[in-house]
């Protein structure tokens, strides 16, 4: 058994027995951590506050890398303002992240997950499109604004919509799709921005990202 000093967003916890739980929390470089927390629930237990989701801790966790149990936790960052402002959203992120698996935690993931309050902050109503699009790209099914799915044509002027997940050329469109206009694809690839969460996304991206989404990504 070995001791890790590492700092972990909590993402979840399931109540086990009476006063222990299983802590799901996202770490930098091991990805998600499921950890016993023992008499976490405990009336005298300090740290059931400490394991509030999204609040960010310093863990010292003893395991032998099957098994990880924390043996204490000290606050950095408790969830604030934001949370209060839109807790189905913040929440909303942290259970979608729990369901995901990696090996370490992508740089980018960990950034947005670790600053979710100033990101929900500056545009909630695009944030899940956003978030969702990057969460495809990062596990390698981004999606393509710039090429035709058929025959890998650059789309400049305009492109034609499946109604499904995919942009076509003027040569590979079919009758029945949507002709999407150039101003409505450049809007579409302001999405690409990780630091910048567009103000509107068109209405066919939505289709496409909630068409591209399943938790088996
Ligand atoms: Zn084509």
Known sequence: MIFLKLNGLVLAKEKIKENDALIYILTKNYGILKCLGKSI???SSKNLNLMETGNLNRFLI???FSQFKII???PIKTTGKIFKKNPYLFLWSLRLLSKLKFPETPRFIWFVSTHLENYLAQNPQSFPYWFLYHLLKER???IDLENCSDCN???K???FFNNRRGLYCFYCKKN???LIEKKDLERARQIKNVIKIPQNI???LKKIIKNSFTYDH
Do not use: C, D, H, M
């Open 41 to 43: 629930f405990r009336i």
């Open 62 to 64: 003893l395991t032998n």
């Open 72 to 74: 204490s936790a000290l």
């Open 140 to 142: 390698g099914y981004e």
């Open 153 to 155: 044509r650059k789309l």
């Open 157 to 159: 002027n305009f492109a």
């Open 176 to 178: 029945n799709y949507q």
């Open 202 to 204: 068109p209405v066919f």
